[in-house]
């Protein structure tokens, strides 16, 4: 029996995608209630250290690490495209103040924000990076896990977490605690991907639903949770903040990261420029969400 992580509903069905790690099998599983999507078993703390080790931040290839054909780095510096987006809507709603960041990799964000004017500090779960975060830019972080990290009450105006949530075992437990650590009028500012939400995403699930067959993932159990912007919005506003804001957002074309046999590269190809249109246009069919939490 598997518990939801959202609901906590014990009621779900298999959703047609599973992962293989440490001689085990994660079998994706959709609440009956909610419809999140997150994966059974949960990985163990051993099994996370085994996942996050310094290879996930070396490695060259979109098999393992860090879900790119580059390393880690290189990703990041490519994905700086994206920071005046995402920084522009947290200061909509708080243009100032201490800024913290949950899982801040090797800091390339977190030196951005501070050059925007906030107080920054933040945490990063493997020792690379946090390494990586004080050498190259003198940035105040501390090699931790959320979980572990002590609450510090009404302490941030800004609290982000940037392709974090899908990798936390309980991440409403961390939504609710960065509540608590948020000041009166703060926000917490989430980017996850949402794999099915986009056009092929949904177009994938439905048509391996269709055919009673699952998909083995090609990588790691990385994401032990997969969000939508209607899972999402519910995560925040059940973690306590009075409002929540979903931005849907996408990947262009010429940037997404292909996975699979040839026709599943040149269908994923093919519909990410409608989809492109599309979420620009309309808001619809992200496959990324950035949600806005205010307290």
């Known amino acids: 029996m598997s518990t939801c992580p959202l609901c906590k509903n014990e009621r779900s069905v298999d959703f047609p995608i599973y992962y293989t790690f440490n001689q085990k ?6 609440c009956a209630a909610c419809r999140f999507i997150f994966l ?12 996050y080790s310094n290879e996930y931040f070396l490695h060259d290839g979109a098999d393992f690490g860090a879900h790119s054909p580059t390393n880690y780095e290189t990703a990041a510096i490519k994905g700086s495209i994206k920071f005046p987006e995402i920084l522009g809507w ?33 945490i990063e779960y493997a020792e690379l990076g946090a390494r990586a975060c004080k050498e190259k830019f003198g940035l105040s972080v501390q090699q931790s896990s959320f979980e572990d990290y002590p609450l510090q009450q009404d302490r941030y105006d800004v609290m ?34 949402s794999m099915f ?4 995403g949904r177009a994938a699930g439905f048509g391996l639903r269709l055919i009673g067959k699952k998909k ?27 409002d929540a804001i979903i931005i849907q957002r996408i990947k262009a074309p010429s940037s997404i990261t292909l996975r699979g046999n040839f026709w599943e590269k040149a ?3 093919s519909l990410q420029y409608p989809n492109y249109v599309m979420t620009k246009s309309f808001g619809i069919f992200g496959d990324r969400l950035l949600g806005i939490g205010i307290k």
């Open 160 to 193: 982000f977490m940037g392709d974090v949530l899908e990798h936390l075992i309980d991440p409403l437990a961390m939504l609710e605690k960065a509540h608590a650590m948020i000041r009166e009028t703060g926000v917490v500012a989430v980017e996850v991907p």
């Open 90 to 122: 947290i200061k909509k709603f708080k243009p100032s103040g201490d800024f913290f960041e949950v899982g801040c990799g090797m800091g390339y964000f977190l030196q951005y924000a501070r050059k925007a004017g906030y107080n920054v500090s933040g």
């Open 216 to 242: 083995k993932m090609p990588m790691p159990p990385y994401h032990v949770n997969e969000f939508t912007p209607a899972t999402l919005k519910v995560m925040i506003k059940k973690a306590g903040f009075r």
């Open 197 to 200: 939400n986009s056009i092929i």
């Open 267 to 269: 269908a994923k190809k």
């Open 40 to 51: 059974s078993p949960r990985p163990t703390p051993d099994e996370l250290t085994l996942l």
């Open 25 to 30: 099998e994660f079998q994706a599983k959709r």
